[in-house]
């Protein structure tokens, strides 16, 4: 079972972008969504958690900028990315943690030019 994360792409410094990780149906007991992304020459690192009980928190290098969110019906999770700069250029990857296993995305590029 793989996720399948979108939206990515090439945006001008400022600019804006929602990534998009659907999971299929078969996926229960979620415990915790998450946002993650690697730079270029960079380890990946931590953007976001959306807990089970709709709590959110986020890396310092993002907050007030972007917002991570989920549609359960369809049970899709969002990054809202919002004055993106260029240091935000890098593979982003979604993660679902639930209390079997955790589950990846295969990871969308966003390019963010200056």
């Known amino acids: 079972v793989q996720l399948q994360a979108s939206g990515g792409g090439l945006v001008q410094a400022g600019g804006s972008l929602r990534l998009s990780c659907a999971a299929p149906?078969?996926?229960?007991?979620?415990?915790?969504l998450r946002w993650y992304r690697q730079a270029p020459g960079k380890e990946r690192e931590w953007v976001a958690t959306?807990?089970?009980?709709?709590?959110?928190k986020y890396a310092d290098s993002v907050k007030d900028r972007f917002t991570i969110s989920r549609n359960r019906a369809k049970k899709t999770l969002y990054l809202q990315m919002n004055s993106l700069e260029f240091d935000d250029t890098a593979v982003y990857y979604c993660?679902?943690?639930?209390?079997?296993?955790?589950?990846w995305g295969q990871g969308t590029l966003v390019t963010v030019s200056s």
């Open positions: 993660n679902i943690e639930t209390v079997y296993k955790m589950f």
């Open positions: 149906g078969s996926i229960i007991g979620i415990k915790a």
């Open positions: 959306m807990i089970s009980n709709g709590s959110v």
